[in-house]
Nanobody, 121 residues
Framework: QVQLVESGGGLVQAGGSLRLSCAASGLTFSNYNMGWFRRAPGKEREFVATISWTGARTIYADSVKGRFTISRDNARNMVYLQMMNLKPEDTAIYSC??????????????WGQGTQVTVSS
């Protein structure tokens, strides 16, 4: 059974930083492309970033480009999202997901429950 468990969320002031982690189990992690998504209150889930199975390719949403960095450690079955210069509009529940596809149109097979990020102004 695939499990994706996020951690690292919390309350931070605008301009601050957080590092989210996602621990994967129950799958051959190095075969999967990984993504981060977020859902803000009253809004639909939106794409944040994705990283290919080797880590060589990444894609970011325009709203986070230059502030967020996605990375992975295949030896540890982990994917990370380093978030810098956080803004109140980054407040959301952040979830990681796994896909055998790569790209903005990728279909994700498995999802984590999410971790709350709250940015105060």
């Amino acid at each position: 059974q695939v499990q994706l468990v996020e951690s690292g969320g919390g309350l931070v002031q605008a301009g601050g930083s957080l590092r989210l982690s996602c621990a994967a189990s129950g799958l051959t992690f190095s075969n999967y492309n990984m993504g981060w998504f977020r859902r803000a209150p009253g809004k639909e889930r939106e794409f944040v970033a994705t990283i290919s199975w080797t880590g060589a390719r990444t894609i970011y949403a325009d709203s986070v480009k230059g502030r967020f960095t996605i990375s992975r450690d295949n030896a540890r079955n982990m994917v990370y999202l380093q978030m810098m210069n956080l803004k109140p509009e980054d407040t959301a529940i952040y979830s990681c997901a796994a896909s055998l596809d790569f790209g903005l149109a990728a279909a994700y097979d498995s999802w984590g429950q999410g971790t709350q990020v709250t940015v105060s102004s």
